[in-house]
């Protein structure tokens, strides 16, 4: 009973880690060669030969810091890889690159100021690598010896016994270190790392030696080699760290805890200003060295006219990071104002800009793609299944049938099967509608939905 | 012998003489932080003895090599202090001498460098600007 109890919560964890594979987890990097030429199909990246060099030649000149403060724009009709092409970007950048992705209708808020949140979109695209030093003590605890006033009352005193496997020595410990040692529960035969500047104790886990101390043993338990060398060791971290984190963290009324609750409110300028300059002095004594990264405005027609004259000035700062804007509008109204221009983006900004286009993917790209996303989601999938899916993208599109996917084998997991085969493909066919089918429907029961009567010519204007 | 032969020949030597080195530096980290830990203790039980006692009266036996001292508790204490700072003083300068060597002799043995930022690191204070 209790198995199967057990069973059943690792098969919900599991659908739940299926959920988490995002919709271009599969992309790996732009999928070029040497010469910069796009290989037909290469880390998760299909077809859009032509988008994928293009963006292959902006990330060469990101990365030999020469489009500081430029910005790119891919254009396509929806569902042509303009995302995948920009996550592409962002993973050839390495991996502590920041990369942020907002959605344009992300900067309308009521806490905040457009032009702050997208600042601050800004420098959460900058990173700043820094060095950490720190003194720690590391070995395996060989005795613990607490000695407990006789009275019950004042100052506990005690000895901790360290070894590694070229020295040993006993610490005398204070009452504070004593409280730390008992809350971590540390005992003979662990191997315990204490940082001399804080007191803060880490249980690595057990020594192999001791291993044969007890029968029963949670699973949890660790057994680690008795560390070599000196006791007293030199740890360097490099940590990468935003700009914007900078900021939250020094704006005073926020505090560290506003990185987490999210809702970190306006930064003083001068707050910025100052951590600028700071950031400016540590670059020159090699203190840290800037990373700058991407920021991604997807559907960044949904930014009005002043969110693009704030875009145009602050991509003129030497601290900009690479903007990469994608749009699927042609021409149509600039948002806060009556005019039109291609993309909805005014024409002294779309100057700036380096425009990448997108076509619609081929029936033999689409099959690539749809056995990558298979792959990455875990499905097996037979190749009439496959076939099927891609006649169903081909008629529909590419975002329906890759959804089909999972679940499709959903209802081949529930026969059973191990293979996804075309029945199911059918079944979630007829389960789930497609955005054509759906309409069709409406258009024929229209009278038995409520509120119906929106005249024919009233939905032509909206 | 060949101008080849020579050449590997002083070459693996250089080679061997810096491997030597590196070895060495680290075994006396190691032996350098045995001796800082035992001063630890020493100097540990030494201030709890001149705690316990009246001032000026506490005496204590001091090792110098082969030969047995009675000091005056505080002087000893001051010694110790003293070998302590220099003790991690040289620590510091094998570490910091340390990486420069082994870059080198990876550059020597035609392995590629190990990977690092080269950057100089913070202080604490700096440390908790950025959070850390």
């Known amino acids: 009973m209790a198995a199967s109890t057990a069973q059943k919560v690792a098969e919900v964890r599991e659908v739940t880690r299926m959920e988490r594979i995002g919709a271009h987890s599969h992309i790996r990097g732009l999928g070029l060669d040497d010469a910069l030429d796009a290989r037909k199909v290469s880390q998760g990246m299909v077809g859009q030969v032509e988008a994928r060099r293009a963006a292959g030649v902006i990330l060469e000149m990101i990365k030999e810091g020469k489009i500081a403060g430029r910005a790119v724009l891919i254009a396509g009709q929806p569902g042509t890889g303009k995302t995948a092409i920009a996550m592409g970007m962002a993973q050839s950048l390495g991996q502590d690159t920041p990369f942020t992705a907002i959605a344009g209708s992300e900067i309308f808020s009521l806490e905040m100021s457009k032009t702050e949140a997208l600042t601050q979109a800004f420098r959460r695209s900058i990173g700043i690598r820094i060095k950490e030093e720190t003194e720690i003590i590391e070995g395996e605890v060989v005795e613990i010896q607490i000695d407990r006033p006789a009275t019950g009352q004042g100052a506990k005193v005690g000895k901790l016994t360290l070894k590694t496997t070229e ?24 191997i315990v790392t204490i940082d001399k500047a804080t007191g803060k104790i880490t249980k690595l886990g057990r020594s192999f030696t001791r291993a044969r101390d007890y029968d029963a043993m949670g699973p949890q338990t660790k057994f680690v080699q008795c560390p070599e060398g000196e006791l007293q060791k030199r740890k360097e971290v490099v940590h990468t760290v935003t700009l914007h984190e900078i900021d939250v963290i020094n704006s005073r009324t926020q505090g560290f805890l506003a990185l987490f609750s999210g809702d970190t409110g306006e930064i003083k300028g001068e707050v910025r200003e100052q951590i600028n300059a700071k950031v400016a002095e540590w670059r020159e004594e090699g203190k840290a060295d800037i990373v700058p990264g991407v920021l991604f405005i997807d559907e960044v027609h949904m ?19 690479v ?11 600039i948002r806060g104002t009556r005019y039109k221009s291609p993309h909805g983006i005014p024409i002294d900004l779309l100057d700036r800009l380096l425009i990448i286009s997108t076509s619609p993917y081929s029936e033999k790209e689409l099959k690539q793609i ?19 899916l891609t006649r169903i993208g081909m008629e529909t599109s590419l975002r329906y049938s890759i959804q089909l996917i999972t679940a499709a084998n959903l209802v081949c997991r529930k026969r ?17 509608l497609d955005e054509s089918r759906s309409t069709q429907f409406l258009k024929e029961y229209q009278q038995e939905f409520m509120f119906n009567e929106v005249t024919e010519d009233e939905m032509e204007t909206t | 012998m060949s101008r080849d032969t020579q050449f590997i020949l002083r070459h693996l030597g250089e080679l061997e003489q810096l491997a030597e080195e590196v070895l060495a530096d680290k075994e006396q980290i190691v032996d ?79 392995q590629k460098e190990a990977k690092g930022f080269d950057l100089t690191a913070l202080s604490s204070d700096e440390m908790k600007a950025v959070g850390r």
């Open chain 1, 303 to 321: 930014l009005d006219i002043e969110c693009f004259s704030f875009l145009n000035r602050a991509l003129e700062n030497d601290m900009a990071p």
């Open chain 1, 416 to 432: 059973k099967g191990t293979e996804v085969d075309m029945d199911d493909i059918k079944r979630v066919y007829s389960l789930f």
């Open chain 1, 167 to 190: 020295m040993e020595t006993i610490y005398d410990l204070g009452t504070k270190m004593i409280e730390s040692l008992t809350k971590e529960k540390v005992q003979a035969g662990d």
């Open chain 1, 370 to 388: 749809l056995t990558i996303r298979c792959e990455e989601e875990d499905v097996e999938m037979s190749e009439d299944a496959i076939t099927v």
């Open chain 1, 323 to 333: 903007v990469i804007m994608a749009t699927n509008r042609g021409i149509t109204r």
């Open chain 2, 32 to 110: 350098l932080d045995r001796t800082r830990n035992g001063n630890r203790e020493g100097l540990r039980s030494l201030i709890r003895q001149n705690r316990q006692s009246k001032p000026g009266q506490s005496k204590s036996w001091v090792c110098f090599g082969d030969m047995f001292i009675k000091l005056p508790g505080p002087t000893a204490q001051a010694m110790i202090e003293q070998d302590q700072e220099k003790l991690t003083e040289e620590i510091d300068r094998l570490h910091k001498e340390l990486k420069p060597k082994v870059a080198k002799l990876r550059d020597m043995e035609g």
